[in-house]
């Protein structure tokens, strides 16, 4: 089993910023894929960004240049640095780790969500 724990979410104005924590404990934390969803109202969920066990990245076209994420296998903890945020980036943000470490599009965990509300 593994328990992630999102935190960082907030209320914010548009182009300010804000940092997503998601903490993870339970299996061995740099062998895994980690991501960050979002699910806004009347919205699909969305895959904002990927990471893969080796470091590379991806991110969904509508926050390229303005999110970044990261991860600190020695923390056990992967973030998500949003900057230059817009109202469209309302949302609840959910963390998720899959298990095959390459694999950024299946998630077997996934955390309670945070949420991220940017104001015009």
């Known amino acids: 089993q593994v328990q992630l724990v999102e935190s960082g979410g907030g209320l914010v104005e548009a182009g300010e910023s804000l940092r997503l924590s998601c903490a993870a404990s339970g299996r061995t934390f740099a062998a895994m894929a980690m991501g960050w969803y979002r699910r806004a109202p009347g919205k699909q969920r969305e895959l904002v960004a990927s990471?893969?066990?080796?470091?590379?990245?991806n991110y969904a076209d509508s926050v390229k240049g303005r999110f970044t994420i990261s991860r600190d296998n020695a923390k056990n903890t992967v973030y998500l640095q949003m900057n230059s945020l817009k109202p469209d980036d309302t949302a609840v943000y959910y963390c998720?780790?899959?298990?095959?470490?390459?694999?950024?599009?299946?998630?077997?965990?996934w955390g309670q969500g945070t949420k991220v509300t940017v104001s015009s």
């Open positions: 990471i893969t066990s080796g470091g590379r990245t």
């Open positions: 998720a780790a899959g298990l095959l470490g390459w694999d950024t599009n299946r998630y077997d965990y």
